[in-house]
């Protein structure tokens, strides 16, 4: 079974049209080792891991620090969301989040009418905006979709949010 290595958030103020605050959770895995091509990927070693928390830890991080059962939370995907409550499950730990979760995946594809879902990489080239930090690392890749986020908001696309009001000028 495959663990949860690095928790990475950012917390976005829609209405503010803004990232407000970003963290790195670094997740001692406890049923696997990290392969040599998770290093390449994400960057991250096996000794950089063993020093992080516990998973069950980490979504105490999540509950207390950030508030994350009483939020809504947005992935790329649904992976994580998965990931989560496969994880959660087997090492009897608390689900940390509430149930309100987005697909960002999902609702980008249909704000741009995409025939399919892409990648968070391919999106941002859609968007006209820049990958920051390194793609597949945890903290870079939750900035990057807030960021696609932020954008979503402005459009109107993103659920529960209205479009950013045009400044026009007033003759």
């Known amino acids: 079974m495959s663990e949860i290595i690095e928790i990475g958030l950012t917390v976005v ?42 998973f069950a830890e980490a979504c105490g991080t999540l ?18 969301r998965k990931q989560f409550t496969r994880q959660c499950q087997a090492g009897s730990t608390v689900y940390p989040f509430g149930s309100r979760h987005i697909n960002a995946k999902a609702v980008f594809a249909a704000a741009f009418d995409l025939p399919k879902q892409v ?28 960021a696609l986020v932020l954008q979503l908001a402005d459009q109107g696309a993103w659920p529960g949010v209205p479009p950013k009001p045009s400044h026009q000028s007033r003759r």
């Open 119 to 146: 990648g968070m990489a391919r999106a941002l080239k859609i968007a006209e905006l820049p990958l920051e930090g390194r793609h597949h690392r945890g903290d870079d890749d939750a900035w990057n979709i807030a």
């Open 13 to 54: 103020d829609v209405v503010a049209r803004e990232r407000v605050s970003r963290q790195r959770l670094l997740v001692r895995p406890e049923r696997s080792a990290v392969s040599a091509f998770c290093t390449e990927l994400t960057g991250l070693t096996q000794a950089e891991v063993d020093s992080g928390v516990s």
């Open 63 to 80: 509950a207390a620090e950030h508030q994350a059962g009483k939020r809504g939370w947005a992935s790329w995907g649904e992976y994580d």
